[in-house]
């Protein structure tokens, strides 16, 4: 009688009449998971969906985070003009140190810092670039108009704010550009979207617009997570308005906490330890730190009030990061220097990290970020389709869960940023 041959794939043991090994339950994977390293993490998401959606949920990321703590960085975005090296944006550490600097080619001016992205505009606010810290290169968005809006329309009738987000279930990064006409005679508002998935024909795509006009000022709007949070253009309250990454859809309004002695070019918006924060400054010198509690209920919770030390109504006190201590990191923006600066609620002082300069965006960001490409590939400017990144550029090293943008899909500019 003809032997029969073990099925491909099947268990030797089991084959032997031994015992099958039983799969783990799912809070000992959870917990081998959390053990592993960043750079495993990494690898991991592309096994399967489930463990993709897992590893990319944000209650999973911020477990890692408590596990493998890194030491926050902050990032100082410039305009060149004002800077003789044309320094674009410094990194530095809570000592001060300058860990990195990137200098910029022409007139460029930083707009935002989120994710793991560096947003600039170049020559005028609908020329976007995307530098990557991770990697080190940088990307041309398009210009032009997305196909639902660009008939009867030029792009160059309207103001852009970008901001650049990352959908929690697919680890997706994608941009929102609210546009905003300057006519008199026909004010109008547009909302488009860029997604950074790796597609050849990535391009904007219109969307419905904010239910009501919403602020374009400088620090009038904010990213946590994978929600956009602007304040709604002349509203008495402070309403605010949000979009969701994921849904692609404007959700509804929230109103801000009961203020006193409330004046609109007192607030501001920042992203504080994962938390929408509405800094609220009055009498010129106090200025309260009011968390985001809860969306649904329109809950918000005074954490800090804080004795600012600004001496005019033009500077401003943006919040970054709260301690383990209990110190919160800020950065003081006056009308032409900045300073970084830890605060003591506990004393009511200060310590002086480091002059900053006039700052036009600030952030925190992970330790990992000091590890991406010391500059932006060299070579001929691309002025369409896809780009891929150099075959033989060294791999950073992450000290954090970090999500690899797919380099493609998006115009790379090799000229924007040209040395760090």
């Known amino acids: 009688m003809a032997q029969a041959t073990p099925q491909s794939g099947a268990d030797p043991q089991a084959q032997q009449g031994g015992v099958a090994p039983l799969p783990l339950p799912q809070d000992a994977v959870y917990e081998i998971l959390l053990r592993l390293s960043a750079r495993d993490i990494c690898r ?49 550490d809570l000592s001060g140190k300058v860990l990195r600097r990137v200098h910029a080619a022409g007139e460029v001016w930083v707009t935002s810092v989120n994710q793991d992205f560096v947003c600039t505009s170049k020559d005028n606010s609908s020329c976007i670039r995307l530098f990557n810290m991770k990697t080190g290169v940088v990307f041309a968005l398009p210009e032009e108009l997305s196909e639902e809006h660009a008939e009867d329309r030029d792009i160059l009738d309207f103001t852009s704010v970008a901001a650049i987000g990352q959908v929690a279930s697919t680890g997706e990064y994608k941009v929102l550009r609210v546009l905003d006409s300057a006519s008199f005679d026909k004010p109008e508002q547009l909302c488009e979207v860029f997604n950074l998935d790796g597609s050849s024909h990535a391009r904007w795509r219109g969307k419905k617009a904010p239910p009501s006009p919403v602020s374009m000022t400088r ?9 956009v949070y602007f304040f709604v253009q002349d509203s008495p309250l402070e309403d605010i308005a949000s979009f969701d990454f994921e849904s692609e859809e404007w959700r509804s309004g929230l109103r801000g906490p009961n203020y006193q002695q409330l004046r609109t070019n007192e607030l501001s918006m920042a992203a504080v330890n994962g938390s929408l924060v509405l800094v609220h400054r009055y009498l010129s010198c106090y200025m309260d730190l009011w968390f985001l509690v809860d969306f649904e209920r329109g809950l918000w919770e005074k954490r800090h009030s804080i004795r600012a030390q600004l001496h005019d109504y033009t500077s401003t006190i943006r919040p970054l990061l709260v301690l383990n201590d209990g110190g919160i990191v800020l950065v003081h923006i006056g009308s032409d220097s900045g300073s970084l600066k830890i605060y003591n609620p506990r004393t009511n002082t200060y310590e002086d990290v480091a002059n900053t300069g006039l700052c036009f965006a600030v952030a925190a960001v992970k330790a990992e970020h000091r590890t991406a490409g010391a500059s932006a590939p060299q070579g001929n400017p691309i002025q369409g389709g896809t780009a891929a990144p150099e075959e033989d550029k060294e791999a950073p090293e992450e ?19 040209v040395r760090s």
């Not at 096994?47 to 993709?52: E, Q, Y």
């Not at 944000?58 to 090296?85: C, K, N, S």
């Not at 620090?219 to 929600?227: E, T």
């Open 44 to 92: 991991l998401r592309g096994v399967c969906r489930p463990w993709r959606s897992l590893l990319s949920d944000p209650q999973f990321i911020a477990a890692h985070e408590a596990r493998h703590p890194t030491t926050p960085l902050v990032v100082l975005g410039y305009h060149t003009g004002y800077h003789d090296e044309h320094v674009v944006f410094d990194m530095v």
């Open 219 to 227: 620090f009038k709007s904010v990213v946590v997570n994978s929600i």
């Open 399 to 417: 000290d954090e869960i970090v999500r690899s943008l797919p380099l493609l899909g998006a115009v790379q500019d090799s000229a924007a940023l």
